[in-house]
């Protein structure tokens, strides 16, 4: 009796506790409460207010049984404010053919029989057709049958924009075949089978049930505007059609193959502003970036983000020695140095010398193995590391620019053999002449994260040795270190690729895209001589540039340009007609798989820096 007791006691005072606990919850600020509304107003059969906005539905009650096209994508690509809730019921297909049949029967019977007038009998002749169609589909085709809601609910702070809106979707939806009606008197379960809480009233579904079959429901499909959203990208522009915002992590190795990237258009159309906006906007993320600059559009841009400038000219201070053997050339697991540089130097080479044989470059190698051996370099790594007597080092210490040979050097070598003296005279302007700038020991120290390589003084013809100069030079740098992520912009890339460049050159660039990705770099290709870059063997490099991009930019292009695109992309018939017409500062974007035209955008400050107001 005593334990029953003492159990009874226990038990009120858990029940005690319990209301307690209740009563602390009953003052407490949930979740709820703050995704509720202050107020919701239910007495207009028009719309309903929420919190000053007003919301209207509209049900489509009916459209074409055969649909080629996506039936909500003019919805979708307006920059309307609007829900959609589509839903979908699958029939029991044996119990369909069955309750067909009947019918077809039965309706069969009616049009035999000549009681009814005119009107009937078109209207029974159309259900009895209609009725052996779907039945044959599900027959033979082995297609489903499907009831269909589809509900679009809008909203505005205002109710004559309010109003707007509403004639403007019906008129849209109309254009494509479909019927609509509002929701009078069904707001309230219209606004809340627009919400993500998967209900469809039965008050619904008596008015905007449809029929459909499974080829019928592809037409419905609601995700066909592309948006690029990458959850760690930079801000690049708004997507024209749907006014969403594009991010883009090119970076990002799960979604794209490489973070290459291509950007195509004529002048003025805005591909240096936007070449300028990345450079911003990643300097900001601390990646490393180096430029190579030849009309001089980059200057002001370094400058305003403490930079280093590295100019090349006549009227330079700034030396790059072409013959210096860099110590971040190649991996540490790695050998070869003298070979990694050789076969570099014979593709600088073959832009002075012009295109030369099999033969001339066999004799030209064994004059730069020659050269480099007069400076104790071998094909022996530890040749290029100094011994220094009476000093004990715990890492060896790589020679510097001043241990290496420079172009007088070999200059003096090709003088002393017959064979290589028609080389010699060709070196003349580099040693003695207007080039002579390119004969000396590279005299600058490049520890920053963003270098400006201005070669614009070099003029048009010899543009491309300097080019050649810091691509080697930056390659050298990408390759240092391969969790480091860095990139290397190629502007008026043609000139190293195209018709006025040779294959060695071209090889080297096209390596410099498809295997940059390896040391978490990104190789930026920019021209806007589309027709150039596909001119040395019979397009081969252009295209593989274009391929070893996973996004590719085009601003607005010429007639003539759009036909040498089409061949090597994968242009559709309305592309090719947005590219032409795009507006200064738009572009087609091609991100990975998807295709979307955006519109760049910048803050004041950003235009304000890169225009250096």
């Known amino acids: 009796m005593k334990n029953l007791i003492k159990k009874i006691k226990n038990n009120k005072k858990e029940k005690n506790k319990k209301i307690e606990k209740l009563d602390f919850l009953e003052g407490s600020f949930s979740d709820k409460d703050y995704l509720a509304p202050s107020y919701i107003n239910l007495s207009n059969p028009k719309y309903i207010e929420i919190d000053n906005n007003y919301y209207a539905s509209l049900l489509i009650i009916n459209y074409f049984r055969e649909q080629t096209?996506?039936?909500?994508?003019?919805?979708?690509?307006?920059?309307?404010?609007?829900?959609?809730?589509?839903?979908?019921?699958?029939?029991?297909?044996?119990?369909?053919?069955r309750e067909l049949t009947y019918h077809i029967g039965n309706v069969g019977v009616d049009i035999k029989s000549n009681n009814q007038n005119r009107q009937d009998i078109e209207i029974a002749t159309f259900t009895y057709n209609d009725a052996k169609y779907i039945r044959k589909e599900l027959q033979i085709n082995n297609e489903d049958?499907?009831?269909?809601?589809?509900?679009?609910?809008?909203?505005?702070?205002?109710?004559?924009?309010?109003?707007?809106?509403?004639?403007?979707?019906?008129?849209?939806?109309?254009?494509?075949?479909?019927?609509?009606?509002?929701?009078?008197?069904?707001?309230?379960?219209?606004?809340?089978?627009?919400?993500?809480?998967?209900?469809?009233?039965?008050?619904?579904?008596?008015?905007?049930?449809?029929?459909?079959?499974?080829?019928?429901?592809?037409?419905?499909?609601?995700?066909?505007?592309?948006?690029?959203?990458?959850?760690?990208?930079?801000?690049?522009?708004?997507?024209?059609?749907?006014?969403?915002?594009?991010?883009?992590?090119?970076?990002?190795?799960?979604?794209?193959?490489?973070?290459?990237?291509?950007?195509?258009?004529?002048?003025g159309a805005g591909k240096s502003f936007y070449t300028k906006l990345l450079i911003l906007r990643y300097r900001l993320l601390g990646i490393e970036q180096y430029i190579i600059d030849p009309?001089?559009?980059?200057?002001?841009?370094?400058?305003?983000?403490?930079?280093?400038?590295?100019?090349?000219?006549?009227?330079?201070?700034?030396?790059?020695?072409?013959?210096?053997?860099?110590?971040?050339?190649?991996?540490?697991?790695?050998?070869?140095?003298?070979?990694?540089?050789?076969?570099?130097l014979i593709g600088f080479f073959n832009l002075i010398f012009g295109k030369i044989n099999e033969e001339e470059k066999a004799i030209l190698e064994e004059k730069l193995i020659e050269l480099y051996k007069l400076k104790g370099i071998t094909f022996d790594d530890k040749t290029l590391y100094k011994?220094?007597?009476?000093?004990?080092?715990?890492?060896?210490i790589f020679k510097e620019s001043k241990d290496m040979p420079i172009l007088e050097d070999f200059y003096n070598l090709l003088d002393k053999d017959e064979k290589t003296r028609v080389f010699k005279i060709k070196l003349i302007p580099f040693i003695k002449g207007s080039l002579k700038f390119f004969n000396n020991y590279t005299n600058v120290e490049l520890n920053n994260k963003l270098i400006v390589a201005d070669v614009y003084e070099l003029g048009e013809e010899n543009l491309k040795y300097g080019m050649y100069l810091f691509t080697d030079l930056f390659w050298d740098k990408i390759k240092k270190?391969?969790?480091?992520?860095?990139?290397?912009?190629?502007?008026?890339?043609?000139?190293?690729?195209?018709?006025?460049?040779?294959?060695?050159?071209?090889?080297?660039?096209?390596?410099?895209f498809k295997t940059i990705r390896k040391y978490g770099g990104s190789g930026i290709a920019i021209t806007q001589d589309i027709s150039d870059i596909f001119s040395l063997e019979e397009g081969t490099y252009g295209k593989s540039i274009l391929n070893n991009s996973s996004i590719k930019t085009f601003f607005s292009l010429e007639e003539e340009n759009i036909k040498i695109l089409e061949q090597y992309t994968n242009l559709s018939e309305k592309e090719k007609v947005e590219i032409k017409s795009l507006k200064r500062g738009e572009c087609l974007m091609f991100v990975g798989d998807e295709h979307i035209l955006n519109r760049i955008d910048s803050a004041d400050y950003e235009r304000e820096i890169i225009e250096n107001n």
Do not use: H
């Open 481 to 512: 270190d391969r969790k480091i992520k860095k990139a290397i912009y190629l502007d008026e890339i043609w000139r190293l690729i195209g018709v006025t460049s040779n294959k060695d050159v071209a090889s080297f660039i096209y390596k410099i």
């Open 295 to 344: 009309e001089r559009e980059y200057n002001n841009l370094c400058k305003n983000l403490n930079g280093t400038l590295l100019k090349i000219g006549p009227g330079s201070d700034t030396y790059i020695n072409v013959f210096d053997i860099r110590e971040e050339s190649i991996e540490d697991d790695e050998q070869g140095y003298l070979a990694n540089k050789i076969s570099k």
């Open 69 to 97: 096209d996506l039936i909500l994508k003019s919805i979708i690509d307006t920059n309307i404010d609007v829900n959609i809730s589509i839903f979908y019921e699958k029939q029991d297909t044996y119990k369909a053919i």
């Open 145 to 267: 049958l499907y009831y269909l809601y589809i509900y679009i609910n809008t909203y505005s702070q205002d109710l004559k924009d309010l109003e707007y809106i509403l004639n403007k979707i019906e008129g849209i939806i109309q254009s494509k075949g479909m019927q609509t009606r509002r929701a009078y008197f069904r707001q309230e379960p219209a606004f809340r089978a627009c919400l993500p809480l998967m209900e469809n009233n039965k008050l619904l579904k008596e008015v905007s049930k449809r029929n459909v079959l499974t080829s019928g429901i592809v037409s419905t499909y609601p995700f066909i505007s592309s948006a690029i959203f990458d959850e760690d990208g930079i801000f690049v522009g708004t997507n024209i059609y749907n006014n969403s915002l594009v991010f883009i992590d090119r970076y990002n190795t799960d979604k794209y193959k490489n973070a290459n990237m291509c950007i195509f258009g004529t002048s």
């Open 387 to 396: 011994t220094e007597e009476n000093k004990i080092t715990i890492k060896p």
